[in-house]
């Protein structure tokens, strides 16, 4: 009898408090984590475990570089991290591409990967690869876990790298002997909110000086300004200064497009109206800009613009990059307390002839019926049927040359493109991932033939999850973007061609609805039926690429009349 006790106090002394992956998830749940994307694996076991226990739902994807996709525009859309994981190896490394995009582009993400146990890393071994050494360049921090006791310290420190401006990817790698160790009892970190800093009040004076100054003023705005939530502070600068405003791609809706002042988006291959808005200003009033989207060279290759940098961090270094001023805060604060000591309104004529002839030339497509659809018709539609808050994911090749040009927004992260690393695939996964952050919303992708089978398998997750996505594909049966540059350099084409599965039959074997468009006045109303279908809906489109060159002798004429 006694040696019965004896026994079943020893068990009850070597009980585990808890695991290493337990405590990792506890440390997720702190960090007020929703979802985890990923694939489960052999060496994640104890993670995925772990996961189920929790108030965290796990989204199974089909594909790595769709968990990182989605874990990316889940950063991008609600400023919080997402969180991907993986096995180790191959799986592991198919999450590099959208881990890469995250981090470019300014989205928080949390990249988690199964690894080989300690005992193995010194040797050459089965599906073994330094994961660290390969995330590095494509993160802001990587860190392995080999102590129990450090879990809290690196997950509260990934979030806080991966949150803070700049945002990007941050990593954490879990060899699989770690991740079932005791890790007594630890206890999550404690999330502390940030304090806001704001800029001196000599920046501010010497910026309104400038501005109050300057003939022909312009802002670039970029997507620092849509994660520091400047829009209302922004447009109530230019509106009461008259500054004609131009966005990166990343920043569109910044300024609501039906602002006097909003110029349009800029960073197109060709040069086009809101290049000249650049070109004529004497004053650039750069906000929240990031020469990862828009490098200086291409709009201040001669080093003789004048510049005012506004935005939480200093600018970077680059020598066609060099402000007068920098004022650096909360960007809205800066903005608010410069436009109340600018006291000059200014009267840009320019800028409002350029608006004008770009509003009658995307007028001008509103009536097209030809047949394949012109992109200008397309997007004039797609904006018809679109509300003002409702979402659309740009996918990455020559549509999203023509969502930035012609699909205007009224709101920040109404539209949004990856326009720092620019990745095709991120169409599909993407707008999962928006329509699980806002299930009110109309969400939906538009992305080329080419992009959409990258990642088209991620269909099947849609309909399993219930997210109702809508997928508008640019079919042409080529990889129209480099189709475009070769024409435009070399006036032919080679290697781009390739042929498509039956779209409709594609997105009916996975349980989702097909449509064709066989004429231009059917794509609204197939529009708003697919908007309506509670399972995934996959709109195969007929596109006349060939306005694509037809843009390049625009643009080119546009350059020499003005």
């Known amino acids: 009898m006694q040696e019965e006790i004896k026994d079943e106090a020893d068990e009850t002394i070597t009980q585990k408090t808890q695991t290493v992956a337990e405590l990792l998830i506890k440390c997720l749940e702190q960090e007020g984590v929703e979802y985890i994307f990923g694939i489960p694996g052999e060496e994640n076991l104890a993670v995925m475990n772990a996961i189920e226990k929790s108030s965290i739902k796990f989204i199974t994807t089909r594909h790595e570089q769709g968990a990182a996709f989605m874990a990316d525009v889940y950063g991008r859309l609600t400023g919080k991290a997402g969180v991907c994981l993986s096995t180790l190896g191959p799986g592991a490394t198919n999450l590099v591409t959208g881990v890469a995009d995250a981090h470019s582009d300014g989205a928080p993400l949390i990249a988690l990967t199964g690894q080989v146990g300690t005992d193995r890393m010194h040797i050459t071994s089965h599906q073994f690869l330094d994961l660290c050494k390969m995330f590095e360049p494509i993160t802001k921090r990587v860190k392995m876990i080999v102590d129990p006791s450090t879990v809290n310290e690196i997950v509260r420190i990934a979030f806080k790298y991966a949150e803070s401006e700049k945002p990007g990817a941050c990593h954490i790698d879990l060899p699989v002997n770690v991740a079932s160790m005791d890790a007594g009892n630890e206890r999550p970190l404690i999330k502390k909110n940030s304090t806001k800093e704001y800029a001196e009040g000599d920046s501010i004076e010497k910026a309104a000086d400038q501005i109050f100054m300057a003939e022909r003023p312009a802002v670039l705005v970029g997507s620092g ?5 400047a829009s209302e502070a922004l447009t109530a600068l230019v509106t009461a200064l008259h500054i004609p405003t131009v966005a990166t791609m990343m920043s569109k809706g910044a300024v609501p497009c039906d602002n006097p002042y909003a110029l349009g988006t800029i960073g197109i ?23 990862v989207e828009y490098a200086p060279v291409k709009w201040n290759g001669e080093n003789k613009t004048k510049i005012i940098h506004i935005d939480t961090r200093p600018a970077h270094i680059n020598k066609l990059y060099q402000p007068v001023v920098e004022v650096i805060g909360d960007i809205s604060d800066s903005l608010h307390r410069i436009r109340r000591r600018t006291l000059k ?19 001008g497509y509103a009536d097209n019926s030809s047949f394949p659809m012109k992109p200008q018709k397309v997007l004039w539609d797609v904006r018809k049927v679109m509300g003002e808050d409702d979402i659309l994911i740009s996918d990455v090749g020559a549509h999203k040359m023509w969502i930035a040009r012609h699909y205007h927004c009224y709101k920040p992260n109404t539209c949004i493109i990856s326009n720092g690393f620019a990745t095709m695939g991120i169409g599909v996964p993407g707008a999962i991932s928006a329509k699980l952050i806002h299930p009110d919303k ?34 042409d ?8 540059k070769q024409m435009d350099k070399f006036g032919h084409s080679c290697y781009v061609d390739f042929t498509n599965p039956d779209f409709v039959k594609y997105a009916e074997s996975m349980g989702a609805k097909g449509y064709r468009i066989e004429k231009a006045e059917e794509l609204i109303p197939t529009l ?3 908007f309506l279908n509670t ?11 060939s306005e694509n060159e037809k843009l390049t002798k625009h643009l080119e ?5 003005n």
């Open 442 to 475: 109309k969400v939906l992708t538009i992305t080329g033939d080419g992009g959409f089978m990258m990642n088209s398998q991620e269909l099947e997750t849609a309909l399993r999850i219930g997210t109702p996505i809508v997928v508008l594909i640019f079919n």
């Open 477 to 484: 049966s080529h990889y129209g973007l480099i189709k475009w």
């Open 528 to 530: 708003e039926e697919a």
């Open 557 to 561: 004429k546009i350059y020499r009349e």
């Open 225 to 229: 300004a849509i994660r520091g939530k």
């Open 535 to 545: 399972v995934p809906s996959v709109i195969d489109c007929p596109i006349d690429y």
């Open 345 to 363: 309104p200014k009267n840009y004529e320019y800028a409002q002839r350029i608006q004008k002839k770009m509003h009658e030339e995307a007028a």
């Open 269 to 291: 291959p060709q040069k086009d109206y809101p290049n000249k808005i650049i070109e004529h200003a004497d004053l650039i009033i750069a906000v929240g800009y990031d020469i």
